[in-house]
Nanobody, 126 residues
Framework: QVQLVESGGGLVQAGGSLRLSCQTS????????MGWFRQAPGKEREFVAV????????YYTISVKGRFTIARDNAKNTVALFMSSLQPEDTAVYYC???????????????????WGQGAQVTVSS
């Protein structure tokens, strides 16, 4: 049984930092591209960041570039999202996802992800 479990969300003031973690089990973690997406109320799930199977390649949506960092530990089957300089517009439920494809064109599309976590709420107050 595959499980992805996010942790580390919470309430933070604007300008603050949070670290999200996604612990996985039941899958060959090192074979999956891992992504972070977020979904605000009334909006569609949107791409935030992605990291390749080895960790050598990362991409970010432009609004978080320079503020967020994605990292993975293949020995521990985890992926993390370090978020700094948080702004109220970063408020959303954050999801980690596992994508089996090596085709980078699929990495931005939530429909291409095979597994998802339950989500972690991040709320940034102004």
């Amino acid at each position: 049984q595959v499980q992805l479990v996010e942790s580390g969300g919470g309430l933070v003031q604007a300008g603050g930092s949070l670290r999200l973690s996604c612990q996985t089990s039941g899958l060959t973690f090192s074979s999956y591209t891992m992504g972070w997406f977020r979904q605000a109320p009334g909006k569609e799930r949107e791409f935030v960041a992605v990291i390749s199977t080895s960790g050598a390649i990362t991409y970010y949506t432009i609004s978080v570039k320079g503020r967020f960092t994605i990292a993975r530990d293949n020995a521990k089957n985890t992926v993390a999202l370090f978020m700094s300089s948080l702004q109220p517009e970063d408020t959303a439920v954050y999801y980690c996802g596992a994508n089996p494809s090596l085709d980078g064109d699929t990495w931005y599309r939530p429909g291409e992800y095979e597994y998802w976590g339950q989500g972690a709420q991040v709320t940034v107050s102004s």
